[in-house]
């Protein structure tokens, strides 16, 4: 089949209108036409898909045209306007279809970036709360440090020796053995930091208390 062209219309517009595929060039068709203009050349030979000419062909140069094919009858020429109309507006719908699916990927692709985004905020969020919670921790456990230390302040160690201690805190006596890191109030056993009673023994003997807190309340557990 040769390419087409409807009537007063440009080829470029109607190559891309037509229904059917094209499978000849205008101007590979034989036998011959030649055109009778002052250069005579060979002729073009389109294809009409207007409404009145469906499926015709014709030769057409510069300043002339002339039918190629007879008039179709009238049940022909419907039929052939119907499925002219039908493929125009199934290519539409593909074209419409086609933008959408484009649309969707690109909103897609927006979509997986935002994504992406908010997860690594959310990461970045949870790091920054783990760092919070190991701060307070730290500075939960130094309040406590700091909190027995001014407690120690209200209780008197005597020496018994060998690392042995009896405090007087108020009316209360308690016993404290550094070497066990033992003190009958029972705190430094159980939280791994000493007690009052015990920093006022570790003050009487030292003044660092950093070999009798628990590995657990150490920098380096940070």
């Known amino acids: 089949m040769s390419s087409s062209m409807s009537d007063g219309s440009s080829s470029s517009r109607q190559w891309k209108s037509s229904p ?29 898909w207007s409404t009145d000419n469906p499926r015709c062909r014709y030769y057409k140069c510069q300043h002339a045209r002339a039918w190629c094919d007879g008039p179709t009858s009238s049940f022909i020429r419907e039929l052939l306007n119907d499925l002219r109309d039908m493929v125009n507006s199934l290519r539409r719908w593909k074209e419409l279809l086609q933008k959408e699916v484009e649309d969707s990927r690109a909103k897609g692709e927006r979509q997986r970036r935002e994504i992406d985004y908010v997860r690594a905020m959310v990461a970045m969020k949870k790091e920054e709360i783990r760092s919070l919670k190991a701060r307070n921790q730290k500075l939960e456990k130094e309040k406590k440090i700091l909190v027995i230390c001014m407690m120690s302040s209200f209780c008197h160690a005597i020496s018994n020796g060998d690392d042995k201690y009896e405090v007087k805190h108020y009316t209360h006596r308690f016993t404290v053995n550094l070497d066990k ?25 030292t003044n660092s208390l950093d070999a009798y807190i628990a590995e657990c309340y150490s920098v380096d557990a940070f």
């Open 20 to 48: 059917v595929p094209y499978r000849v060039g205008p101007l590979d068709y034989q036998p011959v036409v030649m055109c009778q203009c002052r250069c005579p050349a060979k002729a073009a030979r389109w294809i009409s």
């Open 181 to 205: 890191k033992e003190c009958s109030c029972r705190y430094w056993h159980l939280s791994g930091l000493p007690c009052p009673h015990a920093i006022a023994c570790i003050y009487f003997k």
